[in-house]
């Protein structure tokens, strides 16, 4: 009996970030799941397009209180601000069904201060000047020291209120904004933290943020559902001291760096360190529409839990480009509903326990082009519970000799240890395995293997290699004490080496690689000397 033919149904392009947009495409039928959906795109009017990822194709499912339906999903990466881009879809189901639509959408504007009055404001007027701003207007802080305060009032689209810093200008405490909008915070040097529940269209851009403890240890973060968020260019210092009793969940530590609830947020060039976790989406419950989040281009470090906890991403989630150093969990999607959840580009260096904490049966999460240096195996979870509809492709993942910190294990001398994957729904290949053992074991699902050879004859790795630690330019260390503080280095590849025009084609990701073909890991190597591409902001 043949398969249903697909029947299509409704495209959506959820909240368009900068230089994203979110693409799904509901549908029913597929059951035999052979629907492909290609995707072309280009500034509207202009004659020239691009060739997109393809979307993924989602099955139904649900976890815990959250469902979703079938759709294909997806996003496109790497797109100019402020600028309409027309979408090709096409749909092909050998089934039937098979269909092309064209939609389009715009990418948001980079947000910036109104043209309106700078208002000066000192310790003594700044209660007085806040009320008299309007929408436009800059209020300016003068030198002096400022206790914690609540903005009671909104700016309106293209038209903020804008509280800027000056030199010597302090705020002592809490700065809340609750259920405002169109709000911005710029060059502020806060002791607490930033509050924004409820409150769409805030942008922080260049302020420099030490938490206290009075202040639960955070940052920047919104507790309730805000949309649009603009989280830039700050620097966000915690409270948490990196050691190993600090590690974990329920290890010595306190504060998020960045959390956020609700859709459509950029998190971009921060640079964040000393929190529990130090950029991160709420959980369980309190996870409100969370999807076409970007978190870009953030530098990290000593991280006693998550990295980035992109927990409960409901779909087109984009961890790219970001730099981990010294964490105990590099990145998490615990779990992705259904995804995709992409994690691209992205470099870890000096991780005791996971590199991808892949648990509580996520779903959908994508996996390109990384690069992860870490303490033991160098891809291992071990959720107790299924992964599926897993993409793994082009990562770099390196390890060595293994141990256990605060409890928790670093490994057990495999190269990657994946017991739970589901193998029928997911891939991996074309990923680069090293250790400083002298043994290559792995496991993939139900399979083990103790070569190369195996690996690739008896997995899905049919393209993967083993690496050693001089594919780097540099020379990287195994990084054997994960409770001290790593410097940051240099992940770039060396001339020639094993990782060099290794990888796979992906259109709409790297098709602008150098020589051969794509190259492993988070950067590509150039075709001679010079700087490797980091992929800033996207796929440049």
């Known amino acids: 009996m043949a398969a249903p033919a697909t029947v299509a149904g409704a495209i959506s392009l959820p909240e368009p970030t900068l230089q994203h947009i979110s693409i799904v495409w509901a549908i029913s039928g597929d059951d035999d799941f052979d629907g492909v959906v290609s995707v072309r795109y280009r500034v509207n009017g202009s004659g020239t397009w691009s060739t997109g990822m393809a979307l993924r194709r989602v099955p139904t499912g649900s976890n815990g209180s959250f469902s979703w339906g079938e759709a294909h999903r997806g996003s496109l990466f790497g797109l100019q601000p402020n600028t309409q881009y027309d979408i090709e879809l096409s749909l092909n189901d050998p089934d039937g069904g098979s269909t092309q ?47 914690g305060f609540t903005i009671s009032k909104s700016g309106i689209a293209g038209a903020p209120i804008t509280l800027r810093g000056s030199a010597g200008a302090v705020i002592t405490g809490e700065l809340a904004m609750f259920f405002q909008s169109h709000l911005r915070l710029e060059n502020l040097t806060i002791n607490g933290r930033i509050r924004f529940n409820g409150s769409d269209d805030i942008s922080i851009v260049g302020c420099t943020i030490t938490a206290r403890t009075q202040n639960a240890g955070d940052g920047i ?7 649009r968020a603009y989280i830039a260019n700050n620097t966000i210092t915690g409270t948490t001291v990196w050691q190993e009793s600090a590690f974990g969940s329920s290890g010595n530590n306190l504060g998020e760096g960045i959390a956020v609830t609700g859709p459509g947020h950029v998190i971009e060039n921060n640079t964040v360190s000393r929190f529990r976790d130090a950029i991160s989406f709420l959980e369980d419950s309190e996870a409100v529409d969370q999807y076409s989040l970007d978190v870009l281009n953030n530098t990290i470090s000593q991280a006693a839990d998550d990295g980035i906890e992109a927990d409960f991403c409901f779909h087109n989630c984009r961890i790219l480009g970001n730099r981990i150093t010294n964490s105990f969990i590099a990145m998490s999607a615990q779990p992705s ?4 959840t992409y994690f691209i580009r992205n470099q870890a260096y000096s991780v005791a326990h996971l590199p991808f904490k892949l648990y509580r049966t996520s779903r959908g999460d994508v996996i390109l082009h990384n690069t992860v240096v870490k303490h033991g195996d160098g891809f291992n979870a071990y959720p107790g519970t299924p992964i599926g509809q897993a993409l ?23 190269v990657v240890d994946l017991q739970t994957l589901e193998t029928g729904n997911s891939r991996l290949d074309y990923n680069g395995y090293g250790t400083t053992l002298t043994a290559f074991n792995g496991r993939i699902g139900a399979q083990s293997f103790s070569s190369v050879t195996q690996m690739q004859s008896s997995t899905s790795e049919i393209n993967g290699l083993r690496v050693g630690y001089d594919v780097f330019a540099s020379n990287i260390a195994f990084p054997s004490a994960p409770a001290s503080i790593y410097t940051p280095v240099d992940l770039s590849l060396a001339e020639g080496s094993a990782a060099v025009d290794r990888g796979v084609v992906i259109p709409g990701l790297n098709e602008d690689f150098n020589d051969a073909a794509p190259d492993l890991g988070a950067i590509e190597r150039p075709s001679s000397g010079g700087v490797g591409q980091v ?6």
């Not at 793994?392 to 495999?414: I, T, Y």
């Not at 992929?535 to 440049?540: D, I, L, V």
Request: overall charge positive; charged content about 10%; aromatic content about 8%.
């Open 101 to 147: 639509q064209i939609v389009s959408a715009t990418t948001r504007a980079v947000p910036s201060a109104g043209s309106g009055s700078v208002r000066a404001a000192t310790p003594g007027t700044l209660s007085n000047v806040l009320a008299l701003a309007v929408p436009g207007d800059i209020v300016e802080l003068g030198a002096g020291s400022y206790s």
């Open 337 to 340: 509903l259904g995804g995709p």
């Open 221 to 227: 973060v919104s507790f309730l559902r805000s949309a």
């Open 535 to 540: 992929f800033r902001n996207g796929f440049e």
């Open 392 to 414: 793994v492709l082009n990562n770099l993942f390196l390890g060595g000799p293994a141990g256990s910190f605060n409890g928790f294990s670093s490994g057990s001398g495999r």
